[in-house]
């Protein structure tokens, strides 16, 4: 509460007038705020980052919630997979504190520009241009992935320290389905869908085989039961529920 207090949202998303999106309007496309007043941007609503491709700063109480699950403390290390143009890599920055550090990526390099311009004053974080897939954050406490993807990367499984957090959306091709929280635990790590999502897709972390595996899950049911992510090599069994050749998300406790 105090990080959304203190925040300004309006210096990370350029100057108004701005293009807002309703929850419960979104049918109806954007209304533009009819002057540059930066109480428009308190409410909880989508900001168009850029309305041509639907990318928004998200809604406040949508990641307010998924920061949340990290369960952050003072002094820890976050990996912020899709910064945009940096506003919730401040938010976390704030809870981290100075002593913190927060490594905040963006595949797109013009959003990760306005980011690193964004985020000059607060020193513990540290903004990269490149595929949060595949970069190495080095060791982090906790992971958020602010996008949609299909599979888990073998990166983010490795450098998760032991009770570390990993908050990420698990969708399909439409952008809908669940939020995956995974915690690393010694030696087994605990895992469970939080929560049902609608987002944009992560780009670079999607492929044509995750997909189909995912859509058979999802199809499949049994979500609700998943309790762990297992590393270790098995044979696929009835307590799958997604199995591949890195992971599986396993209704085992």
Known sequence: MEAFATVPREAFLGRGPWRLLSGTQA????????????????HNVLVAIDPRRWLNNGHPSFLAWLIEQLALKEGQSVYHVGAGTGYYSAIIARMVGEA?????????????????????????????SGD??????GPVDAILVNAGVNDLSSVWLDVLQAGGRLVVPLTLKNGGGRILKATRGSP?????????????????????????RLQKAFAGGGAEKVRSLRLDKHAENRSCWLHRAAYCLSRQP
Do not use: M
């Open 27 to 42: 049918g109806l496309g954007y209304t533009r705020t009819n002057d540059a007043d930066p109480r428009h941007l308190s």
């Open 100 to 128: 913190g550090r927060v490594i905040a990526i963006e595949i797109d390099a013009a959003l990760a520009r306005r980011a690193r311009r964004n985020l000059r004053d607060y020193r513990q974080v540290e903004v990269v």
């Open 132 to 137: 949060g897939f595949s970069h190495d954050p």
């Open 188 to 212: 087994r790590w605990g895992a469970r869908f939080v929560g049902k999502v609608g987002i944009y897709p992560c780009i670079g972390a999607r492929s044509r085989s995750t997909e189909h």
